[in-house]
């Protein structure tokens, strides 16, 4: 079946860096998306893997993906409390178009 | 300017009364969908359509009801069947096997 669990909370300090994890249970993910939502708003592609790929690099954005473990990890370096926000993951399942959700992990960045 | 926009941003609804949500995309994308968000919830899909006069059921397609005469176009009836329409709705677009843009929202309340 297919199913994305995400923890639901995660606190940082600003200036450190944050590590939200995901993890997937179809092993036929073709694509592994990070999404993020401001409140309110509707959601930001932030980045995305391949599903052949073990890691991803965007300015502070790094992405791990675990194929074996199915875990999938977004961390941002030198968080801002502008990263506060519902970080959502998602993977795109073979030949299909369809995305399943993750719950979404809500960041919160304190000074 | 290529986008995917939702519309209205609020909406309340009668109990009894059926609604429908609109979404448009100017960005040639075959793909749409419809998501509910609750709170303390990921997204789950209502529908996706892949082409135009096409569309499937998603994991919670009860109550709801789609049609995509247009590929620009996927409208959404929230029908007096759906027992608990309070939520913030999500539309989104994509290319076949590419990330998905999504609208900025639609909150429906019933009143």
């Known amino acids: 079946g297919e199913d994305v669990e995400q923890s639901l909370f995660l606190s940082v300090r600003e200036g450190d860096s944050s590590v939200i994890n995901c993890t997937y249970t179809?092993?036929?993910?073709?694509?592994l998306y990070w999404y993020k939502q401001e409140p309110g708003a509707g959601l930001q592609l932030l980045t995305y893997?391949?599903?052949?790929?073990d890691m991803k690099q965007d300015q502070r954005l790094t992405v791990l993906l675990n194929k074996k473990d199915k875990h999938l990890s977004l961390r941002i370096a030198d968080t801002q409390t502008g990263d506060s926000a519902i970080y959502f993951c998602?993977?795109?399942?073979?030949?299909?178009?369809?995305?399943?959700f993750g719950t979404g992990t809500r960041l919160q960045v304190f000074p | 300017d290529g986008g995917i926009t939702q519309s209205p941003k609020y909406l309340f609804r009668k109990e009894g009364q059926n609604v429908t949500l609109s979404c448009e995309q100017n960005?040639?994308?075959?793909?749409m969908y419809w998501y509910r968000q609750d709170p303390g919830q990921g997204l789950r899909l209502i529908y996706y359509?892949?082409?135009?006069?096409?569309?499937q059921k998603g994991d919670i397609a009860e109550g709801y009801s789609v049609s995509r005469e247009k590929k620009e176009s996927f409208p959404l009836t929230v029908t007096s069947a759906q027992k608990n329409p309070t939520a913030f709705y999500l539309c989104?677009?994509?290319?076949?096997?590419?990330?998905?843009?999504f609208g900025q929202g639609t909150r429906l309340t019933v009143v």
């Open positions: 989104a677009s994509s290319m076949s096997g590419s990330e998905a843009f």
């Open positions: 179809d092993s036929s993910s073709t694509y």
């Open positions: 893997i391949f599903s052949n790929m």
């Open positions: 998602a993977e795109s399942l073979n030949n299909t178009d369809k995305l399943i």
């Open positions: 960005l040639n994308h075959d793909a």
């Open positions: 359509s892949q082409i135009v006069n096409d569309f």
